[in-house]
């Protein structure tokens, strides 16, 4: 039997942390500045809210759209997105 098996609710938070990540990655957002943001609290928190989010399937749809600027319409980790992009321009 494999852990996931285990622990279902594993295979859904490497999920939505896989999703952050490609949501980071196409917003063109630094990982490392962003966990550096308030002393690594703040993407904590983000990727709290991020697996809670009811709306990871309206977000995956945006990213395979080709539309990751779209995601920050919804996004309830919009505000810190928006200033882990600011940091780094």
């Known amino acids: 039997m494999r852990s996931d098996e ?8 490497w999920r939505q942390f896989a999703q952050m990540d490609l949501v980071l990655e196409r917003l063109e957002i630094d ?4 966990a550096r943001k308030s002393g690594g609290t703040a993407i904590a928190n983000a990727r709290d809210i991020c697996l809670a989010c009811l ?3 309206q977000c ?3 990213l395979e759209q080709d539309d990751p600027c779209a995601v920050l319409e919804f996004c309830p980790n919009a505000g ?8 780094h321009e």
């Open 6 to 13: 285990h622990w279902p609710q594993t295979a859904k938070v």
């Open 31 to 34: 990982p490392a500045l962003a």
């Open 55 to 57: 709306l990871q399937r």
């Open 60 to 62: 995956s749809q945006r």
């Open 80 to 87: 810190f997105l928006k200033e882990c992009s600011r940091t």
